[in-house]
Nanobody, 114 residues
Framework: VQLQASGGGLVQPGGSLRLSCAASGSIFGIYIMGWYRQAPGKQREFVAAVPGAGITNYADSVKGRFTISRDNAKNTVYLQMNSLKPEDTAVYFC?????????WGQGTQVTVSS
């Protein structure tokens, strides 16, 4: 199973970006899908997760600005990021996991700067 993340880029403060992460290969069953990020010189941190339909979890720093969603038919997770701040600048990683399995994407750079 490989995860391919896309949608990163350079955006001005207050702008928006939408990240996508699609799984390829054989993936069976229900996985928790989520996003993490790592800023330069900092540890990787949790951003958001969607364990199942209608259930979402967010880091306090992104609540009210980011929205995570999933499309099980496409094995894809999305992260809509609004009202972006310079402190959101980081490499964003997607992750699919459940007991016994844990897959990470390669990361996509998000830079928020004027």
């Amino acid at each position: 199973v490989q995860l391919q993340a896309s949608g990163g880029g350079l955006v001005q403060p207050g702008g928006s970006l939408r990240l996508s992460c699609a799984a390829s290969g054989s993936i069976f069953g229900i996985y928790i899908m989520g996003w993490y990020r790592q800023a330069p010189g900092k540890q990787r941190e949790f951003v958001a997760a969607v364990p199942g339909a209608g259930i979402t979890n967010y880091a306090d720093s992104v609540k009210g600005r980011f929205t995570i969603s999933r499309d099980n038919a496409k094995n894809t997770v999305y992260l809509q990021m609004n009202s972006l701040k310079p402190e959101d600048t980081a490499v964003y990683f997607c992750r699919f996991w459940r007991s016994g399995s844990d897959f990470w994407g390669q990361g996509t750079q998000v830079t928020v700067s004027s």
